[in-house]
């Protein structure tokens, strides 16, 4: 199973940037998908989640700002992020939950996706 994100970049305050990230295995009722995120000196949390059902959650720092998406046909998840703010700088790593199969269930991690926000 691959997972590889992309779209992180520079951006200032109050912009807009979208995150992807593209996985080996089919986004369905068997899998969960995740992004997290991990600034300098801290430890990795939670931003947005998907569910096997499809409900979605959202850290309380970035609701409102932030949507997860899935695009089922090219196995895509995306994170819309709106309204960002410095404090929003981080790496930004992807992650799928994968309950079946057995020959693909476990948990899988993308590599990390810089963004920057300037003031």
């Known amino acids: 199973v691959q997972l590889q994100a992309s779209g992180g970049g520079l951006v200032q305050a109050g912009g807009s940037l979208r995150l992807s990230c593209a996985t080996s295995?089919?986004?369905?009722?068997?899998?969960?998908v995740r992004w997290y995120r991990q600034a300098p000196g801290k430890q990795r949390d939670l931003v947005a989640e998907?569910?096997?059902?499809?409900?979605?959650g959202y850290a309380d720092s970035v609701k409102g700002r932030f949507t997860i998406s899935a695009d089922h046909a090219t196995n895509t998840v995306h994170l819309q992020m709106d309204s960002l703010k410095v404090e929003d700088t981080a790496v930004y790593y992807c992650?799928?939950?994968?309950?079946?199969?057995?020959?693909?269930?476990?948990?899988?991690w993308g590599q990390g996706t810089l963004v920057t926000v300037s003031s």
């Open positions: 992650n799928q939950e994968i309950y079946w199969p057995p020959r693909t269930k476990g948990n899988y």
């Open positions: 295995v089919s986004i369905g009722s068997d899998t969960e």
């Open positions: 998907m569910t096997r059902f499809g409900d979605t």
